[in-house]
């Protein structure tokens, strides 16, 4: 048995997505280093984000309520390492801490579960569609722009209850998520990218670590998942060339072949009546740049009229 301190604590929501992730950490550190289960604990933090759930997260303060907590527990030392999902990350982390490590990412993809019917083109005429994000909002406007979208806040399980309760014909939920708590079976449709791209970051789980830790990052070191790593690296980089917030409807995927990389983005207003996408391709040496890039070419392309409008409306 374990005795003593634990080799590292883990800090992370309580959700169960969020336990989820946290253990497979856990998991796979064990796997790594031939250590006992009981010598990681796993410490679970209220966030206000996972408190407040009467409200859009652009009305309380952005991504950012999903990590502060955990990221004061771990900037202080009471915990090593923090699990998260990387696309509620947001660009700028606080000083002294640093996203050090990215697990395999699962399906980007996104879910519909829909009770009225099963495919998103098939809801009848002017059907409810519940969603916390502004990007599945204004992507679902945009091919839809009958449908009735509907603010849906809360965890997996909240907002399937929501669902259950008849709130809303349809939501919609990332695939990787449903898959981590074992519910890929609800789905009655997978959204394809071209169509519905994803979120940045969508899919893949990331490992927060104080800057210099040495200790923690060679044991994290095994469990990094460089291909993941460069994506989101580019990923990443688009978003933060377009201030990318909670008030912003922002799709962007990037996909890895050898040394080449693909990435795809787009920017929508919030109604999803225009939006612009921008393609780049490269080396993945060079990921942040494209991702970068990328951005600097969507800002060209709307034009600052475009982003002023639905950033500060």
Known sequence: ?????????????????????????????????????????????????????????????????????????????????????????????????????????????????GRAAPRLTDLPHGATVGSSSLRRQALIRRLRPDLNVIGFRGNVQTRLRKLDEGLAHATLLACAGLNRLGMAGIATEILSPDDFPPAPGQGAICIETRSGDARVLALLEPLNHAPTAQALACERAFLAALDGSCRTPIAGHATIEGDDLAFSGMVLTPDGARSHAVSITGKVADAATLGATAGARIRALAGADFFAEWTTG
């Open 1 to 113: 048995m374990q005795t003593g301190l634990p080799l590292l604590r883990i800090g992370t929501r309580g959700s169960p997505l969020a336990l989820a992730q946290a253990h497979e950490v856990r998991d796979r550190l064990v796997a790594a280093h031939g250590i006992l289960p009981d010598a990681v604990e796993i410490v679970v933090i209220s966030t206000q984000g996972d408190r407040v759930l009467d409200r859009p997260l652009a009305e309380i303060g952005g991504k950012g309520l999903f990590t502060a907590e955990i990221e004061a527990q771990l900037a202080d030392g009471r915990i090593d390492l923090a699990v998260h999902s990387s696309k509620d990350m947001p660009t700028q982390l606080p000083q002294g801490l640093d996203l050090s490590c990215f697990l395999p990412r699962a399906d980007p993809r996104d879910a519909v579960i």
